[in-house]
């Protein structure tokens, strides 16, 4: 990763995805972008290219934030991981992202919901029903 | 959106974008895929296509969340909003997403870092100079 | 909903429920804040007219917010909802509004009581005894 | 207040205040009601009667209780008392009630808004600018 | 209670009990306070005479408060109350005080011990053995 | 400090201090009982004799324990000590006990007040008022 | 333990363990200095020596503290101890110190590790899989 | 650093410092554990030899590990960087350990006192005179 991999990598972040376009913003000739994302690519540093969502405009204008706690005990009685049960909360729908963390809690998930009345039902219907699940707290965003 | 919509976003968001491979996975005429593709492009639901990038391939393998509580007074005085804030947190190299948030803080940003060392160097040396922030609680992703 | 509607509801939210008083207050024809008010209330965006209680009067002066923990396995093994629990909370006596909330406890609660004794008594005798209550944390109103 | 009196009180505050339904539902004489609701009324007890809003249906679906953080020293040095600061709270459109109370916060509000976004203007241009706020804590309400 | 007896009583509660002495304090006829005491006394206001010991001559030099968390369902299944389990936690050599609280614990009781380590024998050996005790929060004493 | 003081002292200070009861209680003459008290009397292990007062029958019902946060540096440049504070709040009425403590706090009262709105007065009016309180938090006893 | 006691130990401790050096400086001649060494060894003040290893140059620069949290009814059931639990964290690979500690937790351990996912790795697998373990909360060092 | 260099290293730290008995310990031939060592004292990975104290022995038996907040805008003012802070706080007499961490306060030090009155007059006096100390946070180790 030298500095050039770096930028072409923060303009991909940002949606520059166009090898022209990426050429003329770090102003190096096509060439040799074309090989350092070609490369990029098959290192699978950029692992595939995908759409960036506006989530309000598609009806889920609410995110919120879930911090998980676990009951330690209930996951060893059950031989289940941390991880498995981060996979079945990845597996809900409107769960976006999924991390094992330090800190207040043991998960900490991101949710798009349409409203609170949505919110309060995919946290009482589904994120309480994993295995697992003690007890949970939530960060709204606002706007 | 409909259902269709829904679906369509879903697979986009998670790296699915040729529409051939659409229309394989929700199992509808490339033709209806295309259109609604288009129209989703065109009121900018799908605001762009962007790289999806392995991060720790990148060298930066340390995830943290950081919660930023906001000196209100002195925000006031410097006639600075708390949007402005963000944007200049987000204007931060290594600083990914930000939010204005409810509970127990008023701003939540993400941060990528090469290693415990680096995080410090971006908290003490760039976060904490930002003008308004008083104190900030740093999780950080475990794997 | 325009601004006519939402200053009539203001006012009557405050205690102001004549008509005529009304119309002088929003200084609007009687005959339209009669047609108005009329369509409020058969649209039922007001329920109906109560009593406003100056509970301290009525023996009751001490005030409580209870945010309350719930036991989520239990509830799961119970089939019993958190909205169930709300209604069970709600149909206590002194018990005057709930809610389920985000943030550091599941649900929300206000209680008026005689005294601190009383409190204790309602506290321990009666939420403690709803099933899927962990854990109580008293918010007391001053004054 | 005898057992009648806080009967009589029970339904007044859930929206029963015909005196023939109240004397219906406690099983005691309209006459008998219609003296005990006089002097309830009269000893202003019942302060008065008011519209019983369904905030939801009026356009303010999202609830929040906010927990407000004082500048003891700030106050001190404007001479300004939480009583009176509670009191310019209560000013701002759409803050409903407001409490001086024990524990984690120095003041308690709740706060009716259209949504999220509507929410963060009410916090950020509006309760954060009454002085003597240092920190705001907020609790959403779920559905 | 009047003015007097106010004063009578706080002078009493800091160790001046002899009536000539509280007499001169309160500038009042030794007569009139030796009605006022025996009143006291005979109300159970003063409820008894005890020494005031100063418990680091004494050889507990360590004050600590133990906020303690309450299993409410174990106790529920125990048919035992709160006020029994502070009695038990009473009855313990080295606590001093005993109180159920609103707030961030259910009891709150005082212990003094001889050092750390004895303290630690005091929490682990006695006080987590009363049945119901989940979780303790030590505050300890400085100076 | 042998066995036999401690005993004396734990009676002591739950108010048997007549000489005879207290031989009567530990079963040693009453000679050794009366040696052993003037001595812990003589060398002020047994500061004095106090009232031990039913605050409640005191017309004071209402106990609270106020944490209180202090700012380090307004006391840096006050060139005032903790230790003063605390005498400060310990020479106010209604103030009991006062203690620095470790943990969540800095300074740890202990109030008694009529009832919740004397509760406020005492803490806006006066505990507020002392020079270096930044923050209290209130614990209130239930019963 | 008097002055000259206190400044031997704190160069032992700080890596300076010759004789000869510590007669320098502390400026006392060497065969005094090599008594009290001699009878500070004996004693078992100087326990032994060690070598202060650089754990970043040893592979592992993650250095976190962990809160644990234990249950407390679960360890009275098992007949288990906290000193008990607590060697048998301490009994862990990269797990350095272990102490019983008053405040927000029951145990607190000093880990290393080589990054985050070596420390997922030892809190999930190992740590987590103590009997008695109910939470942790893990305080990362930064740089 | 192979397994080898990792067994050395730790037993190193637990005080067997002796070549031959290291040899011994990891059943590998003196020679061998000589040319370890030296490589590790010479690349730094062991810095030093040190004594091991038992401070309990050396007259200060009291732990306690101190979380502190920082002000940042005061250290902004000042030009003084967290490092600069914690090297104040390290050089105080009874301080043995600083870090910079995440979570819930910003730095973290470790302290030894002869009993509660002294560890006082170390916060206090000491700790609290460092400028930029907010607040601190005291966690005393059992036993």
């Keep these: 990763m030298d500095k050039l991999d770096e930028e072409l990598l923060q303009l991909t972040d940002t949606g520059i995805i166009r090898y022209s376009e990426l050429s003329r913003k ?4 096509l060439s040799t972008v074309h090989i350092r994302m070609k490369k990029l690519e098959k290192q699978k540093v950029i692992m595939h290219y995908k759409g960036d969502i506006d989530w309000k405009k598609a009806g889920l204008p609410l995110t919120a934030f879930i ?32 991390y094992v963390i330090t800190g207040e809690a043991d998960l900490f998930i991101k949710v798009l919901a349409k409203d609170s009345a949505h919110l309060k039902d995919i946290l009482l219907n589904h994120i309480d029903k994993v ?7 939530t960060i709204v965003v606002l706007g």
Excluded: A
């Excluded at 996979?87 to 769960?95: G, P």
């Design 131 to 137: 295995q697992g699940v003690v007890r949970t707290k």
């Design 26 to 29: 770090v102003n190096i000739p």
């Design 67 to 98: 911090l998980i706690d676990i009951d330690v005990s209930l996951l060893q009685s059950l031989k289940k991981t941390q991880d498995k049960m981060l996979k079945e909360l990845l597996s809900l729908q409107y769960v976006k992202e999924g």
